[in-house]
């Protein structure tokens, strides 16, 4: 017997698998920014969008010598399977940096994973049913919102100002909640050094966040990847140190080591653990020995602790060089955040101007960044873009900001005469890649 032709609807598809696809997919949208990403990878072009570590500043004949006898040594059990739940000594290790930020952790409590992006998502998907809420700082990170549309859940975004997230906002988004009846399963929030807003959550603020979050039995998932990139040096209580049993957090190498190695992890109730190594197991079995190894090895024969104020000095070199350019170049009317640590700076531009329209005159003009629209999951953000100084050097970021700054007061002056020419905001977030992460 032969399968029957599907029937024919009136109309072509591209895609003859449609049909067939599971409904959450409908969340799935690929960034529409990528292709000029493409061409925004080219040498001409300064690009202020990717969220890429300077790994110039590895010592990069050390770590060729170290991984060749990692192999010499340990290859048979570097090249083979592992655990789901990670490499005991890299879990101790972990342990050891948490510290840092008041953290006192068991190792058997962290699940290694593949990059913390993957905890994300586990976390997304062992906690969120369709149609649960999901309460985020507002802009919040891409590959938060693209995970959690990707499991259907509904984002309701909370207000920040300089010092971060708005414990009064907070409470008036659960009440709201609980009034019409939907469930808020977490709050994410990623305290320091905010992607994208560059912003800090003021450490007054952090312990009444935490209680708000118990009063209504709600979860919170603590991303924390640029903790330790503070230009000061200084390091914020972590949420997690101060509620432990409430706090779900997320930690990463891809910013204090290597991006590429693609290691993160999860310190989570030790309840929820148990919970996480089976949807590690189901998503990829077990994260890369090798890599873990490779990370363990630099952090037991390198003075990583050394490595980060390197990583600190460029950075901040880098965010004084972003922000001396925005002061000199920048029209009238734009203001912008000063981060203490991390990588970005978020933009305001005079109103009617349209950052996701403009985005292809600049790219035109060798100069990229990424609009502000993709860090929302409403549609808002039109007037934002973030700008990211981690990569480029500083002679690049300045004049990136010089060009930006031209194509801009060239889009006000189509703004002055024509008047607002903005876009209407298209509800749904994007989809990550390495340029918009």
Known sequence: MTASPPERTGRHNLDPHLDRYAARTSGMTASEIRALFAVASRPEVVS????????????????????????????????????????????????????????????????????????????????????????????????????????????????????????????????????????????????????????????????????????????????????????????????????????????????????????????????????????????????????QMIVSRYLSTHDWKGQIKTFQENYRERRDAMISALEQYMPPGCSWTTPDGGFYVWVTVPEGVDTKAMLPRAVTARVAYASGTGFYADGFGSRQMRLSYCYPTPERIKEGVRRLAAVLESEMDLVRTFGNVSMKPISGPENPSPDTA
């Open 48 to 291: 202020l969008a990717g969220g890429m570590p300077n790994l110039a500043a590895l010592p990069l004949d050390s770590l060729s010598t170290q991984v060749g006898a990692l192999i010499a040594e340990d290859g048979l059990v570097a090249l083979q399977y592992g655990s789901a739940h990670g490499v005991p000594v890299l879990r101790e290790q972990i342990c050891e940096i948490m510290a840092l930020e008041g953290v006192s952790a068991h190792p058997d409590d962290v699940v290694v994973t593949v990059g913390s992006q993957m905890g994300l998502d586990m976390v997304t998907r062992l906690f969120c049913d369709p149609g649960d809420i999901i309460l985020a700082e507002g802009p919040s990170y891409v590959g938060a919102l693209g995970s959690f549309a990707a499991y259907q859940a509904k984002v309701v975004h909370v207000v920040m100002d300089e010092a971060g997230l708005v414990p009064e906002a907070l409470r008036e988004a659960l009440s709201a909640a609980a009034k019409a009846g939907q469930r808020v399963k977490f709050l994410y929030t990623i305290p320091n050094f905010h992607n994208p807003a560059g912003v800090t959550l003021a450490v007054e603020r952090r312990a009444e966040i935490l209680e708000i979050c118990r009063e209504h039995g709600v979860l919170v998932v603590e991303d924390n990847p640029y903790g330790l990139l503070g230009f000061d040096g200084q390091t914020y209580p972590a949420l997690r140190s101060i509620d432990p049993d409430n706090v779900v957090y997320l930690g990463s190498f891809s910013k204090t080591f290597a991006s590429g190695l693609r290691v993160g992890w999860v310190l989570a109730p030790h309840a929820v653990r148990e919970k996480l190594v089976l949807a590690a197991e189901s998503a990829t079995l077990c994260p890369p020995t090798l890599n």
